[in-house]
Protein backbone atom coordinates (compact mmCIF):
# COMPACT_ATOMS: atom_id res chain seq x y z
CA UNK A 1 0.00 0.00 0.00
CA UNK A 2 1.60 3.33 -1.14
CA UNK A 3 1.75 5.67 1.61
CA UNK A 4 4.52 7.01 3.83
CA UNK A 5 6.35 4.97 6.75
CA UNK A 6 7.61 6.44 9.47
CA UNK A 7 10.35 4.13 12.11
CA UNK A 8 10.50 3.49 15.00
CA UNK A 9 6.39 3.47 16.18
CA UNK A 10 7.83 4.41 19.62
CA UNK A 11 11.08 5.37 21.37
CA UNK A 12 12.20 6.07 25.00
CA UNK A 13 15.10 8.15 24.56
CA UNK A 14 17.85 9.15 27.75
CA UNK A 15 18.27 13.15 27.89
CA UNK A 16 21.47 14.30 25.90
CA UNK A 17 21.36 11.54 23.11
CA UNK A 18 21.22 11.72 19.50
CA UNK A 19 18.42 10.31 17.49
CA UNK A 20 16.44 9.94 13.65
CA UNK A 21 13.27 9.19 12.93
CA UNK A 22 13.14 8.47 9.66
CA UNK A 23 10.16 9.08 6.98
CA UNK A 24 10.14 7.43 3.67
CA UNK A 25 7.71 8.00 1.08
CA UNK A 26 6.36 6.13 -2.34
CA UNK A 27 4.54 8.71 -3.61
CA UNK A 28 6.79 10.53 -5.45
CA UNK A 29 5.75 13.68 -4.03
CA UNK A 30 7.84 16.89 -3.75
CA UNK A 31 6.79 17.69 -0.78
CA UNK A 32 8.14 16.76 2.75
CA UNK A 33 7.53 18.05 6.27
CA UNK A 34 7.82 16.75 10.20
CA UNK A 35 4.83 17.82 12.70
CA UNK A 36 4.83 17.78 16.61
CA UNK A 37 1.61 17.10 18.10
CA UNK A 38 1.42 17.91 21.61
CA UNK A 39 -1.71 17.61 23.92
CA UNK A 40 -3.73 20.95 23.65
CA UNK A 41 -1.58 22.43 21.26
CA UNK A 42 -2.46 20.97 17.82
CA UNK A 43 0.28 19.94 15.11
CA UNK A 44 3.00 22.45 14.76
CA UNK A 45 5.69 22.10 12.41
CA UNK A 46 9.17 21.63 12.87
CA UNK A 47 10.75 21.56 9.32
CA UNK A 48 9.54 20.98 5.76
CA UNK A 49 10.92 20.52 2.48
CA UNK A 50 9.52 21.76 -0.91
CA UNK A 51 11.74 19.13 -3.06
CA UNK A 52 14.64 17.12 -2.69
CA UNK A 53 17.79 18.97 -1.85
CA UNK A 54 16.01 21.90 -0.65
CA UNK A 55 15.07 22.51 3.24
CA UNK A 56 13.29 25.28 5.45
CA UNK A 57 12.30 26.35 9.37
CA UNK A 58 8.61 26.09 10.38
CA UNK A 59 7.57 27.42 13.26
CA UNK A 60 9.18 25.18 16.06
CA UNK A 61 12.66 24.30 14.13
CA UNK A 62 14.99 24.43 17.53
CA UNK A 63 16.67 21.55 18.94
CA UNK A 64 15.63 19.76 15.04
CA UNK A 65 17.57 19.28 11.72
CA UNK A 66 16.43 18.00 8.37
CA UNK A 67 17.59 16.73 5.36
CA UNK A 68 16.60 15.51 1.96
CA UNK A 69 18.96 13.63 0.16
CA UNK A 70 16.57 11.96 -2.38
CA UNK A 71 12.77 12.45 -3.14
CA UNK A 72 11.62 9.51 -0.83
CA UNK A 73 13.47 10.05 2.41
CA UNK A 74 13.28 13.30 4.85
CA UNK A 75 14.81 12.07 8.14
CA UNK A 76 14.57 14.27 11.60
CA UNK A 77 17.31 14.40 13.88
CA UNK A 78 17.30 15.69 17.03
CA UNK A 79 21.35 16.14 18.42
CA UNK A 80 20.49 16.15 21.82
CA UNK A 81 17.16 15.06 23.24
CA UNK A 82 15.78 17.23 25.67
CA UNK A 83 12.60 16.31 27.76
CA UNK A 84 10.62 18.99 26.10
CA UNK A 85 10.91 17.00 23.18
CA UNK A 86 8.79 14.30 24.15
CA UNK A 87 5.87 14.34 21.69
CA UNK A 88 4.54 12.39 18.69
CA UNK A 89 5.98 13.17 15.55
CA UNK A 90 4.16 12.99 12.17
CA UNK A 91 5.87 12.69 9.11
CA UNK A 92 3.78 14.19 6.07
CA UNK A 93 4.10 14.54 2.20
CA UNK A 94 1.80 16.54 -0.30
CA UNK A 95 2.42 16.17 -4.39
CA UNK A 96 3.69 19.67 -4.87
CA UNK A 97 4.38 22.29 -2.13
CA UNK A 98 1.48 24.37 -2.62
CA UNK A 99 -1.26 26.06 -0.28
CA UNK A 100 -4.08 24.31 -1.37
CA UNK A 101 -2.58 20.63 -1.84
CA UNK A 102 -3.70 17.79 0.30
CA UNK A 103 -1.08 16.59 3.02
CA UNK A 104 -0.70 12.89 3.69
CA UNK A 105 0.34 11.53 7.06
CA UNK A 106 2.18 8.68 8.45
CA UNK A 107 1.29 6.95 11.37
CA UNK A 108 3.75 9.04 13.86
CA UNK A 109 6.46 8.10 15.93
CA UNK A 110 5.50 8.44 19.90
CA UNK A 111 9.50 9.93 21.57
CA UNK A 112 9.73 9.84 25.15
CA UNK A 113 12.54 11.53 26.57
CA UNK A 114 13.87 10.83 29.93
CA UNK B 1 0.34 35.01 10.09
CA UNK B 2 -2.67 32.96 9.59
CA UNK B 3 -4.63 31.09 13.22
CA UNK B 4 -7.21 28.59 13.47
CA UNK B 5 -9.29 28.70 16.84
CA UNK B 6 -11.73 25.75 17.05
CA UNK B 7 -14.11 25.99 20.15
CA UNK B 8 -14.57 23.33 21.87
CA UNK B 9 -11.57 21.07 22.99
CA UNK B 10 -14.30 18.02 23.59
CA UNK B 11 -17.89 17.44 22.03
CA UNK B 12 -19.89 14.78 22.88
CA UNK B 13 -23.15 13.55 21.13
CA UNK B 14 -25.68 10.80 20.59
CA UNK B 15 -25.35 8.24 18.08
CA UNK B 16 -27.88 9.78 15.33
CA UNK B 17 -27.68 13.27 16.15
CA UNK B 18 -26.26 16.18 14.56
CA UNK B 19 -22.45 16.87 14.73
CA UNK B 20 -21.26 20.38 14.77
CA UNK B 21 -17.50 21.00 15.34
CA UNK B 22 -16.28 24.87 15.34
CA UNK B 23 -13.75 26.29 13.78
CA UNK B 24 -13.10 30.33 12.95
CA UNK B 25 -10.07 31.64 11.24
CA UNK B 26 -7.93 34.93 11.12
CA UNK B 27 -6.12 35.27 7.68
CA UNK B 28 -5.45 38.95 6.10
CA UNK B 29 -5.84 37.05 2.62
CA UNK B 30 -8.08 34.65 1.38
CA UNK B 31 -7.27 30.93 3.03
CA UNK B 32 -7.56 27.72 2.12
CA UNK B 33 -9.25 25.69 4.65
CA UNK B 34 -9.09 22.10 5.80
CA UNK B 35 -10.41 19.66 8.05
CA UNK B 36 -8.22 16.39 9.09
CA UNK B 37 -9.66 13.83 11.16
CA UNK B 38 -7.27 11.64 13.30
CA UNK B 39 -8.50 8.21 14.76
CA UNK B 40 -6.65 6.92 17.81
CA UNK B 41 -3.20 5.68 16.92
CA UNK B 42 -3.26 7.17 13.78
CA UNK B 43 -1.85 10.01 11.54
CA UNK B 44 -4.64 12.36 10.41
CA UNK B 45 -6.61 12.18 6.97
CA UNK B 46 -8.42 14.64 5.00
CA UNK B 47 -11.37 15.43 5.36
CA UNK B 48 -12.38 17.88 2.93
CA UNK B 49 -11.08 21.54 2.03
CA UNK B 50 -12.06 24.35 0.11
CA UNK B 51 -9.90 26.27 -1.87
CA UNK B 52 -11.80 28.36 -4.08
CA UNK B 53 -15.83 28.43 -5.42
CA UNK B 54 -18.55 26.85 -3.87
CA UNK B 55 -18.50 27.87 -0.36
CA UNK B 56 -20.47 24.59 0.83
CA UNK B 57 -18.15 21.39 0.79
CA UNK B 58 -18.81 18.34 0.66
CA UNK B 59 -16.00 15.69 2.55
CA UNK B 60 -15.88 11.65 2.80
CA UNK B 61 -18.22 9.96 5.30
CA UNK B 62 -21.17 12.65 5.21
CA UNK B 63 -19.11 15.57 6.53
CA UNK B 64 -19.73 18.84 4.64
CA UNK B 65 -18.38 22.48 5.78
CA UNK B 66 -19.64 25.69 4.96
CA UNK B 67 -16.74 28.64 4.69
CA UNK B 68 -18.27 31.87 5.56
CA UNK B 69 -16.40 34.92 4.72
CA UNK B 70 -18.28 37.56 6.86
CA UNK B 71 -17.66 35.07 10.40
CA UNK B 72 -14.50 33.73 9.26
CA UNK B 73 -15.51 30.67 9.95
CA UNK B 74 -15.73 26.92 8.40
CA UNK B 75 -17.44 24.75 10.87
CA UNK B 76 -17.66 21.07 10.12
CA UNK B 77 -21.24 19.21 10.60
CA UNK B 78 -22.63 15.92 9.76
CA UNK B 79 -26.28 15.05 9.91
CA UNK B 80 -26.30 11.57 11.57
CA UNK B 81 -23.76 11.08 13.85
CA UNK B 82 -22.28 7.34 13.79
CA UNK B 83 -20.06 5.65 16.64
CA UNK B 84 -17.62 5.12 14.14
CA UNK B 85 -16.88 9.15 13.99
CA UNK B 86 -15.46 9.30 17.10
CA UNK B 87 -12.19 10.71 16.70
CA UNK B 88 -9.79 13.80 16.89
CA UNK B 89 -10.41 16.44 13.78
CA UNK B 90 -8.40 19.43 13.28
CA UNK B 91 -8.96 22.38 11.78
CA UNK B 92 -6.51 23.99 9.55
CA UNK B 93 -5.81 26.95 7.28
CA UNK B 94 -2.94 28.00 4.95
CA UNK B 95 -2.56 30.97 2.16
CA UNK B 96 -0.66 31.36 -1.09
CA UNK B 97 3.12 32.40 -0.25
CA UNK B 98 3.34 29.88 2.60
CA UNK B 99 4.42 26.87 0.60
CA UNK B 100 1.56 24.72 1.71
CA UNK B 101 2.72 25.09 5.62
CA UNK B 102 -0.73 24.16 7.47
CA UNK B 103 -1.26 25.94 10.72
CA UNK B 104 -3.51 23.71 12.19
CA UNK B 105 -6.21 24.33 15.18
CA UNK B 106 -5.55 22.55 18.69
CA UNK B 107 -8.40 19.79 17.83
CA UNK B 108 -11.69 18.91 18.47
CA UNK B 109 -12.06 15.37 19.98
CA UNK B 110 -16.00 14.20 19.39
CA UNK B 111 -17.07 11.31 21.45
CA UNK B 112 -20.06 9.32 20.64
CA UNK B 113 -22.38 7.78 22.93
CA UNK B 114 -25.40 5.32 22.50
Known amino acids: IAGITQAPTSQILAAGRRMTLRCTQDMRHNAMYWYRQDLGLGLRLIHY???????GKGEVPDGYSVSRANTDDFPLTLASAVPSQTSVYFC?????????????FGQGTRLTVV | AQSVTQLGSHVSVSEGALVLLRCNYSSSVPPYLFWYVQYPNQGLQLLLKYTTGATLVKGINGFEAEFKKSETSFHLTKPSAHMSDAAEYFCAVSVTGTASKLTFGTGTRLQVTL
Open chain 1, 49 to 55: SNTAGTT
Open chain 1, 92 to 104: ASSKEPGANTEAF
